[in-house]
């Protein structure tokens, strides 16, 4: 049975090669092998760029039901949407408005703008009562952005507007599609804007953000491992690694700017600049872009550090400078704190 996998994975493989320039980050498939349980590829398998997520055949065949459109404008462009028209048990067609909208206005509330003018969204109907997943493309015939999410028939209004998910999407239209070798960029970007544009629009409070942030950066770090986050499989180091050099970044560009400018200051340039995921930027020339904004360069000599060994952070001092007490299951945020002012400024809604 994993013979026959693999052959169908090399087929794959040349389709997606032969493909090129489109570049369609995800193609979502459905495969059945001698009656062996579906199975997921792992992110070493492909490309960032070419991602093949192997769904069940429930999930496809429960979205043969009719499918509702609809258009929702956003500051600086539209969401094109389809959806299943039946099904849902427990989330209304106003619920996922909402949902979108409110995912939609938290990424503007950090970059300022949408960053596409055109994107489609297609939501796929599941099993589950939960928000599960979703995929993100840039389709270059059609030159629009391409999101694939996928939600439980059992979802309901809490859950939609609770979820992540759809947002950190959204973010990785801000940048450039980036190869294998940068998925820890791009994913990185994504976990560390999502909550705070979430919380901006009041989904979440900002001692949610301080406190995923407490649990989730340790799984960026690997004392044992002494190469760079560069082609890394491993998923607490693409994310969380990711979001530690993001954080970093932030901090060095606000004590260099004496709190003038942020990250957001520098992804919004790149953003606004072009360099989206419907660019063909290379990471550098996007780093590049975010440097000139910020007057100096601290992102891309950042990146290459990252990129090439192992970097060691005391976060404990690090939360200590900040004002980030955790305790139990919530964290404490210490005004007193050198640094609370400018962790108020990650946080807060931009003026």
Known sequence: MMRMGVAVIKVLQAILQYMGRR???????????????????????????????????????????SALRMKIPVKGGELDVSLPGKGWTDATLADFQDWLRFSAAAVVSYYGSFPLRNTRIRIFQSNGDTVEYGETNYDDENERGTIDVYVGRRVNRATLLNSWTLTHEMVHLTFPIVDEDDVWLAEGIATYVEPIGRARQGLLSKEKVWLDLVEGLPNGLNPRLRRGLKGSSDWGRIYWGGALFCLLADLKIRSATKNKLGLEDALRAVSSSGGNAASDWTPEQALAVADRRVGQPILLPLYKRFQSQAVWVDLDELWRLLGVHARADDVFLSDSAPLSSTRDLITGVRQ
């Open 23 to 65: 570049r369609l980050m995800a193609i979502s498939i459905s495969l059945a092998i001698l009656g062996s349980p579906f199975f997921d590829l792992s992110m070493s398998e492909f490309s960032s760029r070419h991602r093949i997520a192997l769904h069940t055949q429930a999930a496809v065949a429960s979205n043969s039901v």
